[in-house]
């Protein structure tokens, strides 16, 4: 058991206000309206906990600052309204978490993790030896937490979990890129309907599944106020793919494409240029070619058997998935 836990409480409002709902007039349309969604306003924050375990005061303290800024910005951005307080704990490796109360069981690798429903989060100041970015891994956990709230503990598709908290947490970004370029030039990308309940184990799947639901939800925030209309609308016992539709126009299957269109040849092999010497991007060039070749000997096949019936197409690429996941 670790001793000496140093803790603070950053009491950021009272918890016991109730959240309202703006109220929305009736009205007697004359023509069919788009039903109009309302984005509830809590009038209460959430006490945070946090913990420093072994760990010096200042440090926690700075820890605990960051947190308090982070739950005001992920409220705001998620509209969510739960006053339920949150516990943080920060370890000095994330091999202590195991010896915390009630303990933690995690993957030797995890640099944080959390537990939305009790709203409890686990930060390692290193894991596996090495140090981490806390704050990062703060903000991403919080995101989960936020998000969970946010919509009313439904359960939500892996890849729109995961892809919502690193768009939150702001993890998607040149990194991202560059796997997403990659996946192009190969064409390889999994179809999002597959990653519903889990992501891939291998590193490399994990990492395109997670580039994939980021881009997925940057792109979602070209809609208004997206991300808390979806949870929101999820809250209020809308299925997922209802949800997205009403939020950002597009079902998975429609966001599937988008994510794969959003990333042009030209941008992935100016993405993968960067990072390789000329005779890959030439390869890259060549495997491009061909790639587009056979897609263009593809759909016309597809067009010869076309019966004017639309297809989904994370239909066809879910059973590609699962023949390669039995394999892992
Ligand atoms: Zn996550």
Redo the contacts with the bound molecule.
């Keep these: 058991m670790l001793s000496s836990l140093l803790w603070m409480v950053l009491s950021l409002g009272a918890a016991d206000a109730p959240s309202v709902s703006s109220p929305v007039s009736p009205v007697t349309p004359v023509t069919p309206v788009t039903p109009v969604t309302t984005v509830t306003t809590a009038l209460c924050l959430p006490a945070v906990q946090v913990l420093g375990s072994g760990l010096p005061g200042d440090m926690v303290e700075s820890f605990a600052a960051d947190a308090a800024v982070l739950v005001d910005d992920l409220r705001i951005r998620t509209g969510d309204v739960d006053c339920r307080p949150i516990t943080i704990t920060l370890v000095r490796s994330m091999s202590d978490a195991g010896e915390l109360e009630p303990p933690w069981r995690l993957p030797t690798w995890a640099a944080g993790a959390a537990q939305s429903a009790t709203r409890r989060i686990v930060v390692g100041v290193s894991a596996e030896g090495r140090v981490q970015d806390r704050r990062r891994t703060l903000h ?2 919080l995101a ?1 937490v936020m998000i969970h709230s946010a919509a009313g503990g439904a359960d939500l598709p892996r890849w729109l ?2 892809g919502l ?2 768009v939150l947490a702001g993890e998607h970004g040149i990194d991202d890129l560059r796997v997403l370029a990659q996946a192009r030039l190969a064409d390889r990308f999994l179809p999002l309907a597959a990653l519903e309940k889990g992501f891939p184990d291998g590193s490399a799947d994990a990492g395109l599944a997670y580039a994939q639901a980021g881009r997925a939800v940057s792109l979602m925030q070209d809609h208004e106020d997206a991300i808390p209309r979806l949870l929101h609308l999820v809250r209020d016992g809308s299925p997922v793919d209802d949800a997205l539709r009403q939020a950002t126009g597009r079902a998975t299957w429609q966001w599937d494409l988008d994510v794969r269109r959003s990333v042009s040849m030209w941008a992935a092999l100016a993405a993968t240029g960067v990072e390789t010497d000329a005779a890959m991007a030439g390869c890259g060039v060549v495997v491009a070619i061909f790639g587009v070749k056979a897609r263009r000997r593809q759909r016309r096949r597809m067009l010869d058997m076309d019966d004017g019936v639309p297809i989904r197409p994370a239909a066809v690429a879910l059973t590609r998935w699962t023949v390669a996941c039995s394999t892992c």
């Design positions: 991403h956990e989960h979990d995961e908290a690193r």
